[in-house]
């Protein structure tokens, strides 16, 4: 399965990207920031886009699924203006995370 590394700074989420990724049989890296991430072998970034700019994000050779509070209309246009490939509400991402995964890595040549 991919290499996947997961950006928050919050413990609960951060945990629950690791929980649901490893048991979908991928390999999760966590780290706090961009700054700390470690890109190396790594396929696909699952980012909170409280933590992270979504321009930082994009660019960086591999697919980004970015998350935000539901409520925070302003953030979701700014992913999406930036060119994340998904930007999804943090509730969708608890509940979908492996299959929004799945799908973004087989869209990748």
């Given at each position: 399965m991919a290499q996947v590394v997961s950006i928050a700074d919050d413990l609960m989420l951060a945990s629950r990207v690791d929980v649901l990724l490893t048991g979908a049989g991928h390999h999760v890296v966590l780290a706090r920031s961009l700054q700390e991430a470690p890109l190396d072998g790594?396929?696909?970034?699952?980012?909170?886009l409280d933590v992270e700019n979504p321009e930082a994000l994009v660019g960086l050779g591999m697919p980004v699924l970015g998350y935000y509070s539901h409520v925070d209309t302003e953030k979701r246009a700014a992913a999406e203006a930036a060119g994340?490939?998904?930007?999804?509400?943090?509730?969708?991402?608890?509940?979908?995370l492996p299959a929004l995964v799945e799908k973004l890595l087989s869209?990748?040549?």
């Open positions: 790594a396929e696909l970034i699952v980012a909170d994340i490939d998904l930007a999804v509400p943090r509730s969708r991402m608890a509940r979908e869209e990748q040549p």
